[in-house]
């Protein structure tokens, strides 16, 4: 049986989905729900929430020297059959080249390898929560699929943003106190489901790791200060 953080840790942290206009926040504190919250970028976020003991986000928190990284392909094999939800994460130098065209070509010339269009269109909020992060140890890595893997404790067959999928994930979270309410206030209410979902999956993930109960992908940090480790 998969639990949250103990009952007597009276605890605050934020569960954060990037989605096109910014982020979504799942605040908790002590393992309840206490607000959901739309932000424009993370370093507002990180701002509102100075209170919060742990910000985890569903967004690379430290750059390769070069690819692959080893979080990505951990993360990959951990979840199975949805594991092409994890895109693959491009260094600083791509990330910073000013058209897609640019780092493609850039990634294949240095590194020899393409680059997603998915990748690539989350440069800004790839850049931006890597700044924040380095002046802010309250952040960290997670993926929502990680979480809901590690929840279910299999590998989940259908996609969240099918009926099934989001039914499945839900009920995985109601189940660990997590109840989402049906319908949510403006603006809020108009960010799409499987986002609301995939963050309230982050801010478990964030109370897990405040209470010392997380795991992570790899099981070692492969870098001895910063980054590069998704958190379950």
Do not use: C
């Not at 130098?93 to 058209?99: F, H, S, Y």
């Not at 590194?111 to 002046?135: F, P, W």
Request: without cysteine; neutral net charge; charged residues 25%.
């Amino acid at each position: 049986m998969v639990r949250s953080w103990p009952e007597e840790v009276m605890t605050r942290v934020v569960g954060a989905d990037v989605w096109k206009d910014g982020w979504e926040a799942v605040v908790t504190v002590d393992g309840w729900i206490a607000s959901i919250v739309a932000y424009e970028r993370m370093s507002v976020l990180a701002k509102a929430e100075a209170e919060a003991e742990i910000i985890a986000g569903d967004i690379p928190i430290g750059l390769p020297v070069a690819p692959p990284r080893p979080a990505d392909g951990a993360a990959r094999k951990f979840i199975g059959a949805r594991s092409s939800s994890v895109f693959p994460t491009p260094p600083r130098d791509v990330l910073e080249a000013e058209t897609y065209q640019d780092a493609l070509r850039l990634s294949r010339k240095r590194y020899g390898i393409g680059l997603t269009a998915q990748s690539y269109a989350l440069r800004r909020r790839i850049l931006e929560t890597d700044n924040v992060a380095r002046s802010d140890q309250r952040l960290i890595e997670i993926h929502p699929e990680v979480t809901f893997r590690a929840l279910a404790g299999r590998p989940l067959s259908s996609s969240k943003k099918s009926w099934n999928g989001h039914s499945e994930r839900r009920r995985l979270l109601s189940g660990v106190g997590l109840s989402l309410p049906d319908r949510l206030p403006e603006p809020v209410g108009t960010v799409p489901a499987d986002d609301v979902l995939d963050a309230a999956a982050a801010a478990w993930s964030a109370g897990r790791y405040a209470a010392g109960e997380a795991r992570s992908l790899p099981d070692e940090m492969p870098l001895p200060g910063f980054g590069e480790v998704i958190w379950y």
